[in-house]
C-alpha cells in the first residue's frame, strides 16, 4: 500500500530540476571529448538545482510525493534458500515429484518452471512426462542448456511416462492410464522417492490418483483441498478448505478438515493456537442451512482446536480466523471471486487515478505497487492448493498454470514437506484408528 500527498510548488521544482538535469546530459553527449569539463560543469549545475529542489522539499514539511511502501508478499511469496542469495546446502533439498503432463500448457512451462524453482528452492525435482512431449517442448522453448545443467548437477531427473491423462477426462480414467505421468508421481511418493508432489492437471484425475496411490488417512472419509487466501494483514493468511473436491459434504466431513486445517496451520503456518471457523451466513448458532447447524456443535464440542463460531463471507479475510470450513461448492466459488477480485481492484484504481502531469508522477509510483497487491490478491499467483486427508504432501496447480505458479507451488510443496506436517497428521489417523478400536471393543 502507498500514502502520499501533494504539493504544487515542490512537483514544479522537482520537474525544473529533472529538466535541468535531461539538458545537461543531452550536452555532455554532444560534446563527448574536447567539451567534457563544459558537459561536467553543466552536470554539477544541474545536481545543485536537484539538490536545492530536495532541500526545498525538505523544509516544506515532506509534502512532496512521498511512497511508504510494504510488500504484501512478504510472506505468501517470500524466498527460501538460494531466491534470497544464500547458497543452498545439497545435503538439505527434498526431492519433489512433479506431473509434468498436468496443465493447460504441459510439459514446456512446467518443466520452465521446475528448471526455476532448483535454482531458488533447496529441492530436487523428478519430472515424469511423456518423453516425445518433454524433447519437442525442450527445442521449441530453447530449454535444452539449461536442462543439461541441471540434469549434470543431479537437481533434475526426468522420468518418462505414458499416455497421460486430458484435462477433460473424467476423473477415473486414472485406473485404466496406469502409467500416466500423475499415476507415476503419485508412485514416487508412495515408495519414498519423493516427499511431495505437485500436479496443475485435472483436479478430479489428481485427487482420484491421490486416493488411489497414496490412500486415504484413517478417520478422514473424504480428503479436502486448502486454499491459502490473503488478510488485511501482510503477514497473515487464512486457510480454507474444501476448495472444490466436495461438493456435496457431510457435518463430519467439515468436522475432518477442521482438524486437518488446524495442524497445517500450526506446523506449516506457525500459528501458536489457530482460530477455527465455520462459514455461514450469520455469526449466531441458531442461523444457516442444516449442514452449518448440524457442524456447528460438532465443532463447539471438540477441545483439540479453538473453534472461534460461525465466520461470515466478509471476515473470512479480516485476519480474524486462521482455518475457514466449508462445503467444496461454497469454497470453491469464493475461490474463483477472490481470483477476479485483483483484476477488477487494478482496473478501477487505474480508471481512477489523476490525469495530467501530477497523475503521471502518481502513476509512476503507484502502478508497480498496484500490480503486487493485485497477485496478493489473485489466488492463482500463489501456485497451487494443498490436497489434504491424503497420505502424502500433494499441491493442485492452477490448470493454466505457468513458470512463476510452478515456483510459487513447489514453494509450497517443499513447506509442507520441511515441516514434516505429515507426521503430525499420521498421529491423527493413529488416534482415529485407536478410537474406532475402543468403540468396537465397547461394543
Known sequence: MIWYRRNAAVTTLV??????????????????????????????TAGSVAGAAGSVAGAAANTVLQPLVFDPLRRLQQGVGGSEGTPINDAERLWVAVDGMGGDYAPGPILEGCLKAVQLLPLRVKFVAEARAVEAAVAEMDLGDALAAAQEQGLLELVPSGESVGMNE?????????????????????????????SAGNSGAVMASAIFRLGRLKGIDRPAIGALFPTKDPEQ?????????????????????ALLGNIYSRDVLQVAQPRIGLLNIGEEECKGNELALKTYPLMAEERRFQF?????????????????????FTGNVLLKFLESVGSVLLDVLKAELPRGRRGKVGSAFLISNLRRIKKRLDHAEHGGALLLGVNGVCVIGHGSSKALSVVSALRLAHSAANHRVMDDLQRLSAEAGDGAESAVACG
Request: hydrophobic fraction near 45%.
Open 170 to 198: 473424467e476423473a477415473t480414467v486414472v485406473r485404466k492410464k496406469r502409467d500416466a505421468s500423475i499415476n507415476l508421481a503419485m508412485d514416487l511418493v508412495k515408495e519414498g522417492a519423493a516427499t511431495a508432489v505437485y
Open 308 to 328: 472461534a463460531g460461525n465466520c461470515e463471507g466478509r471476515d473470512v479475510l479480516s485476519g480474524d480466523f486462521d482455518v475457514v470450513v466449508c462445503d467444496g
Open 237 to 257: 493468511q487464512v486457510l480454507v478448505l474444501d476448495v472444490g473436491a466436495n461438493m456435496d459434504s457431510k457435518p463430519a466431513y467439515l468436522h475432518q478438515w
Open 15 to 44: 520537474d525544473t530540476a529533472t529538466s535541468a538535469g535531461s539538458a545537461a546530459g543531452s550536452m555532455a553527449g554532444s560534446m563527448a571529448g574536447s567539451m567534457v569539463s563544459t558537459a561536467g560543469s553543466a552536470l554539477s
